[in-house]
């Protein structure tokens, strides 16, 4: 008995995944992604920030706000919105883990509560775990005043003025470079 062989082998998608990364090397470097779509003309501060694991809305690109920190190992000027410079900054935890954040006034997460003081990034902060509400991908850190008690409501943490968001830059993707990969098949064209 013979097989027929599929039209669609293995090596094709290997090979078109290649040429992918080929013509447009930044897919393959998340923290670059973002920067990589970032002299598109038309380009808009308020492009949608995504869920890199989902693709779930987080935040316009108005919402980014920079809060400096002394801890930060380094931080450097990155053009991630319709030319629009932003602050990343590099920090590392305790288990010598190195994250590249930019923070946010405002995003659609979950933080998990109760929150921490111990080796917070900024001074007077404390911090708990951030997650997409989407599909539960670590995303980042909240960050609340330490004063603050260690429990507070979802609304209190949006509504506040002195609450702000670290997300991972890695697991960040813009929606108008999302756009960009994808390709119209020739058929649906006229």
């Given at each position: 008995?013979?097989?027929e062989?599929?039209?669609?082998?293995?090596?094709?998608?290997v090979?078109?995944?290649?040429?992918?990364?080929?013509?447009?090397?930044?897919?393959?470097?998340?923290?670059?992604?973002?920067?990589a779509?970032?002299?598109?003309?038309?380009?808009?501060?308020d492009?949608l920030?995504?869920c890199?694991?989902?693709?779930?809305?987080?935040?316009?690109?108005?919402?980014?706000?920079?809060v400096p920190?002394?801890?930060?190992?380094?931080?450097?000027?990155d053009?991630?919105?319709?030319?629009?410079?932003?602050?990343?900054?590099?920090f590392?935890?305790?288990?010598?883990?190195?994250?590249?954040?930019v923070?946010?006034r405002?995003?659609?997460?979950?933080?998990?509560?109760?929150?921490?003081d111990?080796?917070?990034w900024?001074?007077?902060?404390?911090?708990?775990v951030?997650?997409?509400?989407?599909?539960?991908?670590?995303?980042?850190?909240?960050f609340q005043?330490?004063d603050?008690?260690?429990t507070?409501?979802?609304?209190?943490?949006?509504?506040s003025?002195?609450?702000?968001?670290?997300?991972i830059?890695?697991?960040?993707?813009?929606?108008d470079?999302?756009?960009?990969?994808?390709?119209?098949?020739?058929?649906?064209?006229?």
């Amino acid at each position: 008995m013979r097989r027929e062989r599929s039209p669609w082998p293995p090596t094709a998608t290997v090979f078109h995944v290649s040429l992918v990364l080929l013509l447009y090397p930044a897919a393959n470097q998340p923290g670059e992604a973002c920067a990589a779509a970032a002299d598109a003309e038309g380009t808009s501060p308020d492009t949608l920030i995504l869920c890199r694991a989902c693709g779930h809305e987080l935040a316009v690109g108005t919402s980014i706000h920079f809060v400096p920190s002394r801890l930060a190992l380094s931080s450097r000027n990155d053009t991630l919105l319709g030319g629009r410079r932003v602050t990343v900054q590099l920090f590392e935890n305790p288990h010598g883990l190195q994250f590249e954040v930019v923070t946010f006034r405002k995003a659609d997460v979950t933080p998990h509560w109760p929150a921490s003081d111990h080796f917070s990034w900024f001074q007077g902060f404390s911090w708990t775990v951030a997650t997409c509400p989407r599909c539960k991908a670590h995303l980042g850190w909240a960050f609340q005043p330490s004063d603050w008690p260690d429990t507070i409501s979802q609304t209190k943490f949006e509504e506040s003025d002195h609450t702000f968001l670290a997300l991972i830059t890695h697991r960040l993707l813009r929606e108008d470079f999302a756009s960009s990969l994808l390709v119209t098949p020739k058929s649906f064209m006229s």
